[in-house]
């Protein structure tokens, strides 16, 4: 008899899209005319995704090079504004008009991700200075795309490029890259409510490690597709979803979901095996391994137990070019 197809959203071929900063590719769009080619997006993610590059001073019709601009707060204006200093050029609506029609076209791109350049007018997405008229500082802010980037996209996961070089924050932002890309999958196929079951069953200790109330609400979600229409179960799901991936999934948490893979074949195994398993999940818990070393156990338990619904969880064994940028391979 020959096994049955993977599902859809397991394919791991088809390519997972990000926007990015351009100049995080190397491309000299930056005021003065250089770049800020970032090493890890070139290399270990760029290797496999396919970038959409976006620059929004470029393509507001600036040039390169061009005059620095900055954050501003100025009086009886609310929110930071978008300012050329050297000649007081006010560009915050020529920004703003510029990123609508922007990000409607990147919602057709189906991107799954977005990485920002740190401390840029319009990219930075985490205190970027600000400054009054007269240079005095004025606090700080977000730059005016990247506002309204996660204004237009509030579950799109974004990160700078400078966070991703900490694994742990690297590890939590492609686990929610990967995520959307595998759900988007599944939307893209003829799918049925089966289908969307199977595909939250596989997520079980992915979503168990950073909600296990969300895990329990969304699992009744495709129970009742007669109650709502398709595309209101698809909409319910899918914010669900996204929000609970965005949740932390603190170091605990994940031990607790490795407990709960554990629980489903402990009776199963022998003392040995079962104080080996016990033993790494505890150690990963106490800082002490990497969760590799726990993860790759349960799974081959899991695969001598014949119970491949554990060992294909997304969370023992994500895509491969989500454990390459993992640094898992
Ligand atoms: S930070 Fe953003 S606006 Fe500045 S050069 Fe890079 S892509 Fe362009």
Redesign the pocket.
């Known amino acids: 008899m020959r096994d049955a197809p993977p599902p859809a959203w397991r394919d791991t071929r088809t390519p997972v899209r990000l926007g990015i ?3 995080l590719l190397g491309e000299k ?2 005021y003065d005319g250089d770049h ?1 080619r970032d090493p890890l997006a070139v290399e270990t993610i760029g290797r496999r995704v396919e970038w959409v590059p ?5 393509e507001i019709g600036m040039r390169a090079p061009r005059p620095p601009i900055r954050l501003e707060r100025r009086e009886n204006q609310a929110g930071f504004r978008l300012i050329e200093p050297g000649s007081q050029t006010d560009l915050t609506e020529r920004m703003r008009r510029w990123a609508r029609g922007r990000l409607a076209a990147l919602a057709k791109e189906g991107i799954c991700g977005f990485i920002l ?1 740190r401390n ?1 007018p ?2 930075g997405l985490r205190r970027v200075k600000a400054f009054h008229p007269d240079d005095r500082p004025a606090g700080s802010g977000r730059g005016l795309f990247a506002e309204a980037l996660l204004r237009a996209f509030p579950r799109l996961p974004v990160e700078e490029n400078e966070r991703l070089w900490d694994p742990e924050a690297r590890g939590q932002w492609v686990a929610r890259v990967f995520a959307c890309h595998r759900l988007r999958l599944l939307w893209r196929s003829a799918w049925r409510k089966e289908d969307l079951a199977a595909f939250h069953a596989a997520h079980e200790l992915e979503l168990w490690a950073r909600s296990p109330r969300a895990w329990r609400a969304l699992g009744a979600l495709p129970a009742f597709p007669g109650r709502r229409s398709r595309a209101s179960l698809r909409r319910a799901y899918e914010e669900g979803f996204l929000d609970a991936m965005a949740r932390p999934a603190t170091r605990g948490r994940r031990a607790a979901a490795l407990r709960r893979g554990f629980g489903a074949i402990a009776a199963g195994l022998d003392p040995a095996a079962r104080r080996e398993l016990a033993a790494a999940v505890e150690a990963f818990r106490r800082g002490e391994i990497p969760f590799l070393a726990p993860a790759a156990l349960l799974r081959h338990y899991a695969r001598l137990a014949g119970i491949e619904s554990l060992a294909e969880q997304t969370f023992l064994n994500p895509d491969p070019r989500e454990a390459a940028i993992r640094g898992w391979t």
């Open positions: 900063s351009a100049c769009v930056r800020n976006v620059c929004p001073e470029m350049k840029s319009s990219c």
